[in-house]
């Protein structure tokens, strides 16, 4: 095994990478066979993202607050718990946003692709799945689309449900709906072909977003799974994605 380690700028995670390099080594990402990623969540995403062109299986050491996506920290047996792993393979989104000048950008998403408003007027879009208008006309701060990865995310935080690693769905939530006052989204099957048309554009600007790219001012989004895509996140026995979604759904 040769191991590639990045580590987030926190101290913590510095510290940690110091001494894992130290006892392991360090691989160039090029020639590594397993990403070892130090940190929190958000910095479990930026690994993510940076490995999607070398395919390799990334294994998160929690070094930051929730650690969602990682497993605990600890230094010794790093070969034992590699070969003990449990695979989740997980497929990111890919979306696509028409920008009011008609760029066109395309970008993947691990959590979720959001849309957001941008000034002070509400966003009122249009939702089409699969070719069929569902939604003509919704009037919120924004809307999202998460994969089961993603669910307990910035989803949760909108009061979106938490999917199961393997549910093949998606949740596409409101943020603070405000007509029809009742709507609180939709599950939807992962091979969805989600369309957002953004009504009124140049009065009611909204910017869309796959993770942290960004794209502002858009006039369409198209989303749908990128299923050309998989990414392999390796948990210790019995602490994986969908034990820990499961877990989730009964925090009071």
Not at 38 to 43: E, T
Request: hydrophobic share 45%; proline share 6%.
């Amino acid at each position: 095994m040769k191991f590639h380690f990045s580590a987030s700028d926190h101290d913590e995670a510095q510290s940690r990478l110091a001494e894992m390099t130290k006892l392991y080594g360090q691989t160039p990402i090029e020639t590594a066979t397993h990403v070892i990623a130090l940190g929190g969540d958000g910095h479990m995403l930026h690994v993510l993202h940076d490995c999607l062109p070398f395919n390799l299986p990334v294994f998160g050491m929690n070094c930051g607050h929730v650690g969602f996506l990682m497993n605990d920290f600890c230094a010794d047996g790093l070969p034992e718990r590699l070969v003990a792993a449990e695979v989740a393979p997980i497929h990111p989104l890919r979306m696509t946003a028409t920008a009011i000048d008609g760029a066109r950008t395309e970008a993947i998403a691990i959590n979720e692709v959001s849309l957001l408003r941008q000034t002070h007027n509400a966003a009122h879009l249009a939702i089409s799945v699969n070719d069929k208008l569902q939604l003509e006309k919704l009037v919120c701060d924004g809307v999202l689309i998460a994969t089961p990865a993603g669910s307990t995310a910035y989803n949760l935080s909108a009061h979106g449900p938490i999917i199961p690693l393997g549910g093949a769905l998606l949740a596409l939530t409101p943020i603070s709906p405000f007509r029809p006052r009742r709507w609180r989204g939709a599950l939807l099957s992962d091979r969805s072909r989600v369309v957002l048309d953004i009504l009124e554009h140049k009065f009611r600007p909204v910017s869309a977003s796959a993770d942290s790219a960004e794209v502002r001012r858009v006039t369409r989004v198209v989303v749908e799974q990128a299923d050309d895509i998989t990414i392999n996140l390796l948990y210790d026995p019995g602490f994986s994605l969908s034990d820990r979604a499961t877990r989730e759904q009964f925090v009071t």
